[in-house]
């Protein structure tokens, strides 16, 4: 819902722009820096109503979604690392699962262009289990120290990082009953979500 009600002004909001971006040749220096400053901020508002749309699904849809099903954990893998160039993918254990799939699928996907975008090479993805849990770690040899996962109450802008990834990971991870922790050196992200082993 949330959404789609931001979808109205950011379309009403892009024909401003357009406007200005037609007209940009004719526009006094100041005024082409604070347009470049307009764009760059439409752009980050797009990327975040997009981002959210998946965590902002109604409720009964969200029930439905998060319903567990079974799936061999190596070709889900496979199947979700497959375009990820430069990735080094470990499973220690192959097994057919039951979890929420696509909750799953979103939370990973978010640490993996996290580490892309933001960490250093070579970024690795290790699946291991414990008694009840699937654990997913997510590194790369980035030098990040601050756990970031302690700033992802309050939305932060920057140029490069919405902030939206690791808090809807960290949000989506605790509705399924699990966790989302940070560790330094390297620096890894570790996704620990319930499942059924068969």
């Known amino acids: ?19 200005f971006r037609r007209d940009f040749n004719q526009l006094p220096d100041r005024a082409q820096l604070n347009f ?3 764009a760059d901020t439409l752009q980050r508002m797009r990327q975040m109503a997009e981002t959210s749309k998946h ?18 954990l ?3 893998l496979d199947n979700l690392c497959a ?20 909750w799953s699928s ?8 996290n580490a ?7 970024v690795r993805l290790t699946v291991r289990r414990s008694k009840t849990s699937l654990l997913f770690l997510v590194s790369d040899a980035g030098s990040m ?13 920057s140029n490069n990082n919405l902030g939206l990834g690791l808090t809807i990971v960290q949000r989506v991870s605790r509705r399924l009953n699990g966790r989302l922790t940070f560790s330094a050196s390297p620096t890894t992200f570790t996704l620990e979500l319930p499942c059924d082993v068969s």
């Open 74 to 76: 190596s070709e889900w």
């Open 36 to 38: 470049v400053a307009l």
């Open 55 to 72: 965590y902002l699904i109604a409720e009964h849809q969200r029930e439905a979604l998060e319903a567990p099903a079974r799936v061999r």
């Open 145 to 157: 120290s601050k756990n970031p996962l302690l700033n992802s109450r309050r939305m932060r802008w």
């Open 116 to 122: 892309f975008c933001h960490g250093a090479a070579p």
């Open 83 to 102: 375009t990820r160039d430069g990735l080094i993918y470990c499973l220690e254990e192959d097994m057919t699962v039951s979890v929420a799939l696509y």
């Open 1 to 19: 819902m949330l959404t789609h009600e931001l979808r109205t002004p950011i379309a009403q909001l892009s024909n401003v722009v357009e406007h």
């Open 106 to 113: 979103l939370c990973l996907t978010n640490l993996l262009d």
